[in-house]
């Protein structure tokens, strides 16, 4: 009997410790929640953002799309880059980082990455590494 208890002790100890296989990777979730906004973001707003598009005059965002905890924000901004010119634009922000496009008397339309510095306020960078300081209008 006691054979029986050591065979079976034997063959649990075997099957136990054989290496287990990784678990499958879990589904991608789908959504029209972006990683990171780009400057493309603020010139359309897709069928999914438009059934969540909301307008506060008492804020200072123009319009925001998406929901609770994922709020895509749209701001004019204007400022100045690191010469002393005047520059205005707009940008879309989601949490702290955002995108947009600027203008100004001695600029074209320039790509942004934004990056909010303080309420109101945001540090922009350019694909030339050129610096922007912006507040929301």
């Given at each position: 009997?006691?054979?029986?208890?050591?065979?079976?002790?034997l063959l649990f100890?075997?099957?136990?410790?054989?290496?287990?296989?990784?678990?499958?990777?879990l589904p991608q979730?789908?959504?029209?929640?972006?990683?990171?906004?780009?400057?493309?973001?603020?010139?359309?707003?897709?069928?999914?953002e438009a059934k969540?598009?909301?307008?506060?005059?008492?804020?200072?965002?123009?319009?925001?799309?998406?929901?609770?905890?994922?709020?895509?924000?749209?701001?004019?901004?204007?400022?100045?880059?690191?010469?002393?010119?005047?520059?205005?634009?707009?940008?879309?922000?989601?949490?702290?980082?955002?995108?947009?496009?600027?203008?100004?008397?001695?600029?074209?339309?320039?790509?942004?990455?934004?990056?909010?510095?303080?309420?109101?306020?945001?540090?922009?960078?350019?694909?030339?590494?050129?610096?922007?300081?912006?507040?929301?209008?």
């Open positions: 009997m006691s054979k029986n208890y050591l065979i079976l002790l100890s075997f099957y136990s410790c054989e290496k287990s296989s990784a678990p499958p990777p979730v789908n959504s029209f929640y972006k990683t990171a906004v780009t400057a493309d973001d603020r010139k359309t707003i897709t069928p999914e969540t598009y909301h307008v506060n005059k008492t804020y200072q965002y123009e319009y925001r799309t998406g929901n609770p905890g994922n709020y895509e924000y749209n701001y004019d901004v204007k400022g100045i880059n690191e010469k002393g010119d005047s520059v205005c634009g707009n940008i879309n922000v989601q949490g702290k980082y955002g995108a947009g496009i600027l203008t100004g008397d001695t600029v074209a339309e320039i790509e942004i990455n934004t990056e909010w510095v303080s309420y109101g306020k945001l540090k922009a960078v350019d694909k030339k590494g050129n610096q922007y300081n912006l507040i929301v209008k």
